[in-house]
Structures are given as structure tokens and as C-alpha cells.
């Protein structure tokens, strides 16, 4: 990585890195849909029950993605200069937190499941459909955390193979369970939500499994010593990346959170048609993720191997990758459009087809808005190692801005609920100004790796304490 890449090797390197996570997006994807569509046949309840049961474990996900991203920002910068022992330290490390925080969260919705969805609904039948999922859907979260830093730490340094296989077999076993469960196949019992639940703790443990066993053979190991071992100033570098990135993510989730539960006291029909809207924003937005997370390892490698002037350009060709990609899922959604709806006519209530009609149209633009600021803000900056930007600029805009416009249009002004969703998705562009003035000034591009003396030093000073 010495020279400067031509345009095309740099965009021949980037999809070489992001078609793998392309593809683990949508299987990703096709695992929710699996679950949607399925959860069609239980009912609508169960459909709304579910997602707004999601909404916890989507907060657990994304503390697990903002310690996955400092192990992806460290790994990549130690695998471009060179450093692979340093990189099996910080796997470890990442996996040792990981494991506390699931633990914390499993405790939560596994004795009070009943208690946290009251936070998101006043029905009480999907009260109590979602704390049944809940409850048992908690089971799979300590194995969630083992996957996620383990494939995000391998995904950095290049090896974006495995973790494909991984999201594959997840899938099929995800799948498998889900109908059993809730159409009653081989003789096994049907349990409704319960059944999803179950289906997913399934796939989880199977991931587990699977990258115990690509450890043993790989050059990066999930060691028990190194989950327990000091990490002395690697600590230090991994706190200081990774609690401005949970902090974001936890941030940035929490604000969604409270957004579907405005949507969640406006009635199960915005609620389930917003379930299905996401579902198909999330398959448009597949390539444009897979894109942003590819500039993360790109900007961490080029960077670890000292090449500031390469990155530099590197940066804004990416970000004008990123925009065309996210202009490409937006002509993908509009086109499902129509058979999307034509789908559920008849599984969903007519005003929440209304409401699904309307909404996927607004998530197109909003998708383009989350393009660019997920590139910028978890690709470049992360990459860069500045992950405070994120983290500040998201808390001001996020609670400051749209959460209170949200809160106006629905509890002050009473408009009605479609109309206030058209106020969520007006978030990403009311930062998008203070994103793009900080990313040309390029001074979020930062080499945070230690020499091999340095590291040697800190460990024998903490040896001797």
C-alpha cells in the first residue's frame, strides 16, 4: 500500500472488502424478512409485539457495534503496519467487555421483559406478546457479543470471507427453527413468537460455534488467557475509541428508540407499517452500508501504514462512492414499492397500508441522508480514530433537534401520525451541515497505532505493579 491507488484500484479494493459485507447485510436482511413475513401468518400483533420488543436488543446491538467498531479501527490500523500479535490482545479485550455488557442486558430482559415493554406500548396484549419474546430472545445475547467482535475483528484486516459463511449458515438455521416453531413442522410444537425467539438463540450459538472453530486454525484466536489477561495501555487506547463510539451508537439508538416509541402510542397500524417500511429500507440500503463499512478497514489500513496524503483522497472518492451507491438503493425501494404493498393488503389493516404506502417514499431520502452521514461518521472519522465528533455531534442534533421536533408534532401539535413521521425522517439532514464543514478540514485523519517498544514497556511496567 506504498503507492497512491488509481481511482479504479481503490474502488477495485473497496468492493473487493464490501461485496462480502454486502452480503452478510442481506442475508442479514432476509433474516428479518424471514421473520417478518412469518410473523404475518401469528398476526398483526405479533408483528408490532416483536418490533417493538427489537427495539431493547437494538440498543444492546449497537453498544456491541460501538466496540466492534474501536476493534475494526485498531485492528485495521495494527494489521496495516504490520502487528498481528497486538491484534489477538485487543480481540480478547473487546470480547471481555462484550460479555459483561450482554450479561447486564440479559439480567434486564430475562427477569423484567413485561416492564421494559411497557415502555414501549400501552396494549396490553402486545405488552405481553413482546415480553414472552423477549424473555427468551434474551438467552442469545452473551453469544451475540461473542459473534459480533469476533467477525468485525476479522472483517478489518481483510479476512471478509468466513464471516460470510457464518451469516450464511446463521440464516439457514435461523429459518429452519423459525418455521418449525411457528407452523408446527417435524412434530415440533407451535409457539408463536416464543418460536422466532427460539429460532434466533439457535442461530447465535451456531455462530459461536463456527468462529470457535475458524480460531483454532486462524491467525486470530479467541483466546481465554487474553479475554482475562491485562491489557495495560491497549485499554487505555481501546476505551478511549470505543466509549465515544457506544456512547454515538447508544445515543443515536436511544433517540430512534424514543422514536418508535412516539409511533408505538399513536396505534399498532403506524407501528406494524412502519415494521415493513424498515424491512425494505434496510434492503435498499444493503450496498450502501456494505460500502461505508469497507472505507472504515480502507481508512484504518492506509492510515496505520502512515499514508496521509493517500487517505486524504482516498476519503472523498469513497464519499462520492458512497452517494451513488445510496442513490442506487433508493430506485431499488421505489421499485419494490408496489409489491410490497400489493404483499400485505391483505395481512395488514387498510390505514396501515396507507401508512406504508406514504412511508416508503420518505425513507428513500432519509436512506440518502444516512448514506453520506454513516460514511463520514463511522467510515472516515472512525476510521481516522476521531470518534468524539460522532458522538458529540449526534447528542446535540439528535436530542436537542429531532427528538423535541418529534415530540412537538406529536404531543403538542397532535398532527396526525403519518405527519409525524415525516418528522423522523428529516434527522439525518439536520446535521449533515456540521458533518461535511468537519470532514474537509481533515483533521479527524489520525495514526493511533504503538510501536512494538512502547507496547513492550507499558505491559512490563503493569507486570511489575
Known sequence: MEKTLSTKELYGWTLKLALPIMIQNLINTLVNTADTFMLGFVGQSAMAAVSLANQYTFVLFCVFFGMATATSVLCAQYWGKGDSTTIERLVGLALRYGIIVSLVFTAGSFLFPRTIMQLFSATPETIEVGAQYLKVVSLSFVFMAISQVYLSALRSIGKVVFPSVVVIVSLCVNVFFNASFIFGLFGLPKLGVVGVALGTVLARVTEVILCVCFSVKSGVKISIKAIFAKAGV???????????????????????????????????????ANAVAMMVVNIGAIAMRGFANAT?????????????????????????????????????????????????????????????????????????????????????????????????????????????????????????????????????????????????????????????????????RQTEK
Open 296 to 460: 472504515t478497514i480502507v481508512i484504518g489500513q492506509t492510515l496505520g501504514a502512515n499514508q496521509i496524503e493517500q487517505t486524504k483522497k482516498y476519503s472523498v472518492k469513497l464519499l462520492l462512492l458512497t452517494i451513488y451507491v445510496a442513490l442506487a438503493g433508493c430506485v431499488v425501494i421505489v421499485a419494490l414499492r408496489p409489491f410490497i404493498l400489493g404483499f400485505y393488503a391483505g395481512k395488514l389493516s387498510p390505514q396501515a397500508i396507507t401508512y406504508l404506502g406514504a412511508m416508503m417514499f420518505m425513507t428513500t431520502y432519509r436512506m440518502l441522508g444516512e448514506g453520506i452521514n454513516t460514511c463520514l461518521i463511522c467510515g472516515c472519522f472512525r476510521g481516522g480514530g476521531d470518534t468524539k465528533f460522532g458522538f458529540i455531534t449526534d447528542t446535540i442534533m439528535m436530542w436537542c433537534v429531532a427528538v423535541p421536533v418529534m415530540v412537538a408534532a406529536a404531543y403538542v401539535l397532535k398532527l396526525p401520525a403519518i405527519w409525524v413521521y415525516f418528522t423522523m425522517t428529516l434527522d439525518e439532514f439536520e446535521k449533515m451541515p456540521v458533518v461535511f464543514a468537519h470532514f474537509f478540514k481533515f483533521k479527524w485523519m489520525k495514526n493511533i497505532t504503538r510501536s512494538e517498544g512502547e507496547l513492550k514497556n507499558a505491559q512490563a
Open 234 to 272: 491497549l485499554n487505555r487506547d481501546f476505551l478511549s475509541i470505543s466509549w465515544p463510539s457506544i456512547g454515538n451508537d447508544l445515543i443515536w439508538s436511544l433517540a430512534t428508540t424514543v422514536f418508535t416509541v412516539i409511533l408505538g402510542h399513536l396505534g399498532d397500524d403506524i407501528v406494524a
